[in-house]
């Protein structure tokens, strides 16, 4: 191997794999469960969230088992409607 050659391939693998790491962090925010949401500063605010989105999952959950004990269609509505 000449010196051009190890010169040049030496930070090559971490030159890529610093490329992947930023790229991926930076597609994050684009995910359709970030887009157009604050994110968490804290611990608490998360398990804040969560609180609060599962007591509207319990509620959509009631609401869901007392239409379907009086015989009515239902339209199930995905999760991730209620954590907006």
């Known amino acids: 191997m000449n010196f051009l050659q190890a010169i040049l391939w030496e930070p090559l693998?971490?030159?890529?794999?610093?490329?992947?790491?930023?790229?991926?962090?930076?597609?994050?925010?684009?995910?359709?469960?970030?887009?157009?949401?604050?994110?968490s500063d804290t611990i608490e605010e998360t398990e804040q969230k969560e609180r609060?989105?599962?007591?509207k999952l319990r509620w959509l959950n009631l609401v869901h088992s007392l239409l379907t004990v009086?015989?009515?269609?239902?339209?199930?509505?995905p999760v991730s409607n209620l954590r907006k």
């Open 70 to 77: 009086c015989r009515f269609d239902v339209a199930v509505v």
């Open 52 to 55: 609060i989105a599962n007591k």
């Open 13 to 39: 693998p971490s030159f890529v794999f610093g490329l992947f790491a930023m790229s991926s962090g930076l597609l994050y925010v684009f995910l359709p469960e970030t887009l157009g949401q604050t994110l």
